[in-house]
């Protein structure tokens, strides 16, 4: 089909319609740069360097990144934009990233990244440069429907990142394009094969976004000084101690330095709390011990993508039905929401293992995604 004929969802002539697409120097986002360049689109890549503070270790890839992005670029012939936003980055996300590791809590900054980056500061950065449309690499899905953008989980449910963007602002969304979003991730590295685009075979990246891949304990020392204290059983005996109460979450195993201890049998342990006043991390036995499962949680605030509706609003007050994830790659859970006076109580239907106060709850009717909120308690009732 000749591109001028091509239109996109919006039935609008792609041709006529300029996108800026965010290149990591991965798989995705190159194969999502060639697909929409095949629909049509005329094509612009931006490669968004985020993080300054370069120690230039091994686990630094920035360079390397941005090398492979103007490879991809080159290849389907298209201009390759770059940015600096690790002011914006710092002040927006990596604050708060620490803030939160202060106060005992276990963040999840890729989430704010996606909310305050990816889908504020370059989006308004594209529309500057004369963008109609932004798009990104990540695997995820929109419809359109009466007006309202809506976010859909990826055909890829092992890949799906829905779960990462549920912060973002409808409107955001409006303006976003996921190429991506409709291929499993083995269609995505057999279409870079075929193209021979260089980073066909490029290992996912694992890392905290736009820092990278870096031996955590050694990165976090860097910038929150460590504070030694004793590690407790769930009775009160002392049973260790640990390095600092910020390198431990909820569930943990490896890296406690338990083992051996007399009157006790060799089932492993498990972080099931950390006490902040004492400076005291609170572990139990047993993988299914019953400390470490919750059925309850509070959050003080739900982000709904797209507002509240009324019939939410009236289920809120008994219990709006649907499934929830409060990690990534979580199978759906079923649950209740209910508004309250101080945010929104969520009841699983079953109890959850190792629910994790400062990681998110995101919130799902089938494959819509609603919104989700930070979890500020557990319990068990």
């Known amino acids: 089909m000749d591109h001028q004929n091509k239109k996109n969802?919006?039935?609008e002539e792609t041709s006529e319609l300029k996108v800026i697409i965010g290149m990591s120097g991965g798989v995705d986002s190159s194969v999502a740069a060639l697909l929409l360049k095949q629909q049509g689109y005329a094509v612009e890549g931006l490669f968004m360097k985020n993080w300054d503070e370069d120690d230039g270790s091994e686990y630094c890839s920035a360079e390397q990144d941005m090398l492979d992005a103007k490879s991809v670029a080159d290849a389907l012939k298209i201009p390759l934009h770059t940015a600096n936003f690790a002011h914006e980055y710092w002040d927006n996300v990596f604050e708060n990233f620490l803030n939160e590791y202060k106060n005992g809590r276990t963040p999840n900054p890729?989430?704010?990244?996606?909310?305050?980056?990816?889908f504020k500061i370059f989006l308004d950065y594209a529309q500057i440069l004369g963008a109609d449309y932004i798009a990104t690499g990540h695997y995820a899905q929109k419809t359109k429907k009466e007006g309202k953008t809506y976010l859909l989980k990826a055909v890829d449910n092992?890949?799906?990142?829905?779960?990462?963007?549920?912060?973002?602002?409808?409107?955001?969304?409006?303006?976003?394009?996921?190429?991506?979003?409709?291929?499993?991730?083995?269609?995505?590295?057999?279409?870079?094969?075929?193209?021979?685009?260089?980073?066909?075979?490029?290992?996912d990246s694992t890392g905290i976004c736009f820092i990278g891949e870096?031996?955590?304990?050694?990165?976090l020392k860097k910038y929150l000084p460590a504070q030694p204290g004793?590690?407790?059983?769930?009775?009160?005996?002392?049973?260790?101690?640990?390095?600092?109460?910020?390198?431990?979450?909820?569930?943990?195993r490896q890296g406690l330095g338990?083992?051996?201890?007399?009157?006790?049998?060799?089932?492993?342990?498990?972080?099931?709390?950390?006490?902040?006043?004492?400076?005291?991390?609170?572990?139990?036995?047993?993988?299914?011990?019953?400390?470490?499962?919750?059925?309850?949680?509070?959050?003080?605030?739900i982000?709904?993508?797209?507002?509240?509706?009324?019939?939410?609003?009236?289920?809120l007050a008994k219990g709006l039905s649907c499934n929830a994830k409060n990690r990534y790659?979580?199978?759906?859970?079923?649950?209740?929401?209910?508004?309250?006076?101080q945010g929104y109580q969520i009841k699983f239907s079953d109890p959850q293992r190792a629910v994790t106060p400062g990681q998110f709850i995101v919130l799902y009717q089938e494959n819509l995604c609603l919104g989700g909120g930070v979890i500020e308690e557990t319990w068990n009732v």
């Open 9 to 11: 969802s919006d039935n």
């Open 110 to 118: 890729d989430i704010l990244c996606n909310r305050e980056i990816k």
């Open 158 to 203: 092992t890949k799906d990142q829905s779960y990462f963007l549920h912060a973002v602002d409808e409107k955001a969304f409006s303006k976003t394009l996921f190429p991506i979003g409709r291929l499993l991730k083995t269609e995505v590295r057999k279409i870079a094969e075929e193209h021979g685009l260089t980073t066909a075979s490029k290992r």
């Open 214 to 219: 870096r031996k955590f304990k050694n990165f």
């Open 230 to 252: 004793q590690i407790e059983s769930s009775s009160g005996d002392v049973i260790g101690s640990h390095n600092g109460l910020m390198y431990h979450t909820l569930g943990q």
């Open 258 to 301: 338990i083992g051996g201890l007399k009157g006790s049998d060799n089932s492993p342990w498990y972080v099931i709390k950390k006490d902040l006043l004492r400076n005291v991390l609170i572990v139990a036995q047993g993988t299914n011990n019953p400390l470490l499962f919750s059925n309850r949680l509070r959050v003080s605030d």
């Open 303 to 315: 982000h709904w993508i797209n507002g509240i509706s009324e019939e939410i609003e009236g289920k």
């Open 329 to 341: 790659r979580q199978t759906d859970q079923k649950c209740s929401v209910i508004k309250k006076r």
